[in-house]
């Protein structure tokens, strides 16, 4: 936001838009973090240690965000008849944003102590290279958290540092929050999108539909003078081929014949 004039800023919106987008992501960074914790409890549950780290790192988490939460709200909230516009000109307002490096580097802080517990425990496990590389790699999307993390910490010291034009550096800290909650929330569900997707076997049926299709085109596709060419028994030199019919004429006959020579012989008798 460059051309932004004074009125704009001065009202009413705009500032409410700013006490919002101060608290609402603490809760979100809560609860995105906590998943993490939540499945190395369910996946590394029996190591004694990667539990007592866990249940720190959620303690940890809680108490970070929440208590950004109660700072914001107290801190930014217009005391009773006071408006928006004279609760931010005190100086409690304008202290509430000296929280927010200090809060970014504990984000940071947080986000790569999440992202090193899977790997200690990977790298200790009696498995295959590649199976364990594997296993690094999906857990090692974390390592994107940290770089979106690191990169809000740079631009919250820029807006720091460039107050007077605060809505224009304002922004890509904003987009880098956001960024930060997003991949949060994409590497938590990562491990368990390559279950449902070993599970599934989407490969194996779409592989099985091809194949049905195909064979069903060959079954159908082919002309008559291929089936017969199929079909067509094959003519070995030398070699007899068995009578697999009866021919009811000839049967009929041998019968008749058999059954005069036995009523002649009855006669003569």
Wanted: aromatic share 14%.
């Amino acid at each position: 936001m460059w051309d932004v004039s004074l009125a704009h800023i001065m009202s009413e919106r705009f500032i409410q838009i700013g006490f919002h987008t101060n608290w609402v992501p603490a809760i979100v960074w809560g609860f995105a973090k906590t998943t993490f914790f939540l499945m190395y409890l369910d996946l590394f549950g029996p190591l004694i240690w990667l539990r007592w780290a866990c249940y720190i790192g959620i303690f940890a988490n809680w108490s970070l965000y929440l208590g950004k939460l109660v700072a914001n709200i107290y801190m930014m909230t217009p005391s009773p008849g006071q408006t928006w516009l004279e609760a931010s000109q005190t100086p409690r307002y304008v202290k509430s944003f000296d929280m927010a490096i200090p809060i970014a580097v504990c984000g940071l802080i947080l986000d790569v102590y999440i992202f090193i517990l899977p790997l200690i425990v990977l790298s200790n496990l009696q498995i295959t290279k590649p199976k364990k590389l594997g296993l690094i790699a999906i857990f090692g999307t974390g390592f994107l958290a940290c770089i979106a993390s690191t990169l809000s910490l740079v631009f919250n010291e820029k807006v720091k540092k460039n107050a007077a034009d605060y809505t224009y550096w304002v922004y890509p800290a904003l987009l880098m929050a956001l960024a930060e909650m997003c991949i949060g929330i994409t590497c938590s569900c990562m491990p368990s999108l390559v279950g449902f997707l070993k599970k599934s076997n989407s490969s194996s049926k779409i592989w099985t539909w091809g194949s049905r299709l195909f064979s069903s085109h060959n079954r159908y596709g082919r002309s008559s003078h291929d089936n017969n060419k199929q079909f067509r028994p094959v003519q070995v030199p030398g070699h007899t081929r068995a009578k697999t019919y009866l021919n009811i004429e000839t049967e009929s006959n041998n019968a008749f014949e058999l059954t005069n020579t036995h009523s002649s012989l009855a006669t003569k008798g």
